[in-house]
């Protein structure tokens, strides 16, 4: 590790390695662009190739002091989506939507348990709780690749509401999910175990809302762009801090705060402020999931983890089809929404700790190695399968478009023109 052989102090090797970080994401970044894939993919890529799994060039205590950028970059990302959370779009889409979201999050549960309880054997306390988990999905990589590409239409706005939901249906099943396992361990079912969290978290979305109103009655027109820049993200500062401190995941609070902000007022350039303005958190964001890669973990979970992985992306995408058709979304919805549906990563890394202190050390430590490992593998081929879902929906504008094995496609030929039409009567050179 280069840079602890340099005997720098702790503030100053967090400041060094966020520049290699970065660096290292941008040169990343002009490969991955040579082979058209998304930029999300080429982070991730940096973080394997300088973190502990390759070259090491990042210290592991200089990764441990930055699990904060984690809960920023979330947060930054929540309130983005918050921006497609519009109260018009979701009465235009609300049945697609709600259905959608219930059963891909809740098939993918299903399939996940009855697997792990008919092949593996494993307990059913184990199984309830890696399904519910295998119900979340990170929205982060997702929205990134959407903002690279500047997808637009229907597609895009059913795909971004049910990725602000999805977690939502995560919390509750796995809450519901706890109090069985604990029932099963002999601890008898707890009503506090099923509500606290999902008390807490509607507590953080209810300041999350509030503080979504006083941004819309606080910034207007009249502020400058760093001033209204400021304030948007101190508020979102603050959620992101309430919720640190009750140990829960920002998202579905800054979820809320766009989503409120956006209705009050309906006024979106903020949201472009804030975007530019988190890139680069969201870079290191993505670097830091690769560099969790850990090779000896996936060898360990063997094939339960290999199972879970490829079962859990057969649960979204049936669950995605079946709820799409039942509602009768269009046809692309049906076809190829289950795709964008595929990362995982905060909240299901949040959920599995809670269930590590449930279960019994052994079992325990078999779910936590499963979802860490198997997060960072969907965060890395999760970008392009979104990128494959937009594109064979079409919903990627043509300058953005490349074909399915990452070449451009050929340009559209222009029309020729066609000659004007003389009858006969007035043919040039003919005689009256």
Not at 106 to 133: D, E, N, Y
Not at 279 to 295: K, N, T
């Amino acid at each position: 590790m280069i840079f602890e052989s340099w005997h720098l102090s702790q503030h100053t090797l967090v400041v060094v390695c966020l520049a290699a970080i970065l660096l290292a994401a941008f040169f990343m970044t002009r490969l991955t662009k040579k082979l058209r894939l998304p930029n999300v993919t080429g982070y991730i890529l940096a973080g394997v190739f300088i973190g502990p799994c390759m070259l090491s060039l990042i210290p592991q205590a200089a990764i441990d002091n930055m699990d904060f950028v984690t809960d920023i970059a979330l947060s930054f990302i929540a309130f983005s989506v918050g921006k497609y959370l519009r109260w018009d779009n979701l009465k235009k889409n609300g049945s697609h939507v709600l259905i959608i979201t219930l059963f891909e999050a809740l098939v993918a549960a299903a399939v996940v348990t009855v697997t792990m309880i008919a092949v593996f054997r494993l307990p059913v306390s184990f199984a309830l709780l890696l399904g519910a988990i295998a119900s979340a999905t990170a929205p982060a990589s997702t929205i990134m690749t959407l903002r690279q590409y500047h997808a637009k239409g229907q597609f895009v706005d059913i795909l971004l509401a049910v990725v602000a939901l999805d977690d939502v249906v995560a919390l509750v099943a796995f809450s519901a999910c706890a109090a069985v396992a604990q029932g099963l361990a002999g601890e008898g079912f707890s009503l506090a175990t099923v509500l606290e969290p999902i008390l807490l978290n509607f507590a953080a979305i209810g300041l999350g809302g509030l503080l979504g109103y006083a941004l819309h009655k606080v910034i207007d027109a009249n502020h400058t762009k760093d001033t209204r820049l400021m304030v948007a993200v101190a508020m979102i500062l603050v959620v992101t801090g309430f919720c640190s401190a009750l140990d829960l995941s920002p998202l579905l609070a800054c979820m809320a705060l766009g989503a409120v902000y956006i209705n009050a007022g309906k006024q979106q350039e903020i949201f472009s402020q804030v975007d530019t303005f988190a890139v680069p958190v969201l870079a290191i964001f993505f670097v830091l999931s690769g560099m969790r890669l850990d090779l000896t973990a996936l060898s360990s979970a063997g094939v339960i983890g290999i199972a879970y992985f490829l079962v859990r992306i057969l649960g979204k995408y049936a669950g995605c089809f079946a709820g799409a058709a039942l509602s009768r979304a269009p046809k692309a919805v049906r076809n190829f929404m289950g795709l964008g549906l595929i990362p995982q990563a905060g909240v299901a890394i949040g959920l599995a700790l809670l269930a590590q202190r449930i279960l019994p050390a052994e079992t325990g430590g078999l779910l936590s190695t499963i979802i860490l490992s198997s997060s960072v593998l969907y965060e890395m081929i999760g970008p392009a399968c979104a990128k494959g879902s937009l594109f064979l929906a079409h919903v990627i504008p043509r300058a953005e478009k490349t074909g399915p094995a990452g070449l451009p496609l050929p340009p559209r030929q222009p029309r020729k023109a066609r000659a004007p039409h003389h009858g006969h009567k007035f043919a040039l050179g003919a005689k009256r």
